[in-house]
């Protein structure tokens, strides 16, 4: 069973600019949440999305945002890029049913904001 | 506010030994799971070992247990035998469950864990 897909691996944007990332998660797994994990401070929850709806967010300003598709496939998207967004951006995917939770991680995206 | 407690930055043992590392965790909800992951240099994120908060049984994964004192609110790791390739950052992590569903992953500062040879 292939694990979580993650692209790109890297990417190097400017500041201002906007940047999609892609999530493909596990066969049968319906969540997708992201993270952010940065040196200063660590590992931060983004949002998760459950069959295609946005379930969860934390607390990360509005450009930061998301979808899912219909086959559990994610994005995420960062407008206005900041150099402070420089970051590894993890997603994890589970079953989703809120219960027995396992999630399994991607090996990341690494955005640098120049 | 949920939090995750990790007191050792950096830990460094002999290969064969055992070593435990500590994570205290804090927060409101009765059901919740706690986990450990393993960060290597590739940078994924390897799930160790999980614990059902409702569960008084402590879980093993081979080489991995866990002290899981619910009243204290500690959920130790211990890894017998350690090997080369356990050398990686290691996360204790928490998801809680409410009416409104979870919050996601609520993660410690990490402990790097060094196996020398």
């Known amino acids: 069973k292939a694990g979580v897909t993650q692209t790109p691996r890297y990417l190097i944007k400017t500041r201002g600019q906007q940047v999609t990332l892609s999530c493909s998660p596990i066969?049968?797994?319906?969540?997708v949440s992201w993270y952010q994990q940065t040196p200063g401070q660590g590992l931060q929850f983004l949002f998760e999305?459950?069959?295609?709806?946005?379930?969860n967010k934390g607390n990360f300003p509005g450009r930061f945002s998301g979808r899912q598709f219909s086959n559990s496939r994610s994005e995420m998207n960062v407008s206005t890029l900041e150099l402070g967004d420089s970051a590894l951006y993890l997603c994890a995917s589970s079953l989703g049913g809120l219960t027995n939770e396992k999630l399994f991680f991607g090996s990341g995206t690494q955005l640098s904001v120049l | 506010a949920q939090t995750v407690t990790q007191s050792q930055p950096e830990m460094s043992v002999q290969e064969a030994e055992t070593v435990t590392l500590s994570c205290t965790y804090d927060t409101s909800e009765n059901n919740y799971y706690l986990f450990w992951y393993k960060q290597p240099p590739s940078r994924q994120m390897i799930l160790v070992i999980r614990q059902e908060a409702y569960k008084q049984q402590n879980a093993t994964e081979n080489r991995f247990s866990v002290n899981f004192q619910k009243a204290a609110k500690s959920f130790s790791l211990k890894i017998s035998d350690s090997q080369l390739g356990d050398t990686a950052m290691y996360f204790c992590?928490?998801?809680?469950?409410?009416?409104?569903?979870?919050?996601?992953?609520?993660f410690g500062k990490g402990t790097h864990l060094i196996i020398q040879p």
């Open positions: 992590a928490f998801i809680a469950f409410s009416g409104g569903g979870a919050d996601g992953l609520t």
């Open positions: 999305y459950f069959s295609e709806t946005q379930r």
């Open positions: 066969s049968g797994h319906r969540s």
